[in-house]
């Protein structure tokens, strides 16, 4: 995972601070740096949580500029989307594939996220590599500021965090199930005229799932296995 850094411009709210470090806490990441911030009380220390080291430890700063110093990648965060190529400072990536795109990195990360009413200003905006956006309603896309950095914070860790999918079936194995599965329907003496329906049925709700190769095997020895013995009227044997 990338080392993250949360840099938050002028939060106006200290209860938002306190529960940004809950976050931080939340997801592993340490270092939060706040430039200009309102008054940090017992009103933040209460919402961090255990949290409270990462906000006693929270650096302050003067500038951006100052905040993301040593960073490899500075990304911005905005909840208004651009459309089209004009605006290009606006245009933003979704979290998620950003998360996707910074899993492998092993460098610095500044995620900067601006205040409560108006976000980052455009001066601060351009000092940004890039920007980020959480997809959100397009009748109220702009999020609680804390709830913003859990969010992203949230995919950063989930990016690096959750174990590879396993290798699905391929399509020739796939279609052996269904083979397999029309063979149990035909040794059942299951109704003609139902056949078809019930095997769409059970095509898609294979696909929804997506099982894995393992999976697929298994539930075809079932299949197999119960089609051959219906149809021997023999006891199942455990194979060798």
């Not at 108006?118 to 956006?133: A, K, M, P």
């Not at 690096?160 to 059942?188: I, N, T």
Request: charged share 25%; aromatic share 8%; hydrophobic share 40%.
């Amino acid at each position: 995972m990338a080392d993250i850094r949360v840099v938050v411009v002028a939060p106006k709210f200290e209860g938002n601070v306190g529960a940004i470090a809950r976050c931080c806490a939340n997801f592993d990441v340490k270092e939060l740096y706040l430039v200009n911030p309102c008054e940090i009380g017992e009103t933040a220390l209460n919402r961090s949580k255990h949290g409270s080291e990462i906000l006693e430890n929270a650096v302050i700063c003067t500038s951006m500029e100052e905040a993301t110093e040593g960073c490899f990648l500075v990304a911005g965060t905005s909840g208004t989307i651009t459309k089209g190529d004009k605006n290009f400072a606006r245009i933003p990536v979704p979290v998620r594939e950003f998360a996707e795109q910074t899993r492998a990195y092993d460098e610095k990360i500044a995620i900067v996220f601006g205040r409560e009413d108006i976000g980052l200003l455009q001066t601060e905006l351009n000092r940004c590599d890039l920007l980020i956006t959480i997809p959100a309603g397009d009748e109220y896309p702009v999020m609680n500021l804390s709830h913003s950095v859990g969010v992203v914070l949230y995919e950063m860790f989930q990016a690096c965090h959750v174990p590879p999918k396993c290798e699905p079936a391929d399509g020739s194995e796939k279609e052996r199930m269904f083979q397999y599965f029309g063979d149990l329907l035909d040794a059942v003496g299951y109704p003609e005229n139902r056949r078809e329906t019930t095997a769409v049925m059970f095509r898609r709700m294979m696909g929804r799932s997506i099982p894995t190769k393992n999976e697929y095997f298994t539930i075809m020895g079932v299949l197999g296995d119960a089609a051959r013995l219906i149809r021997s009227g023999g006891k199942w044997e455990q194979k060798r």
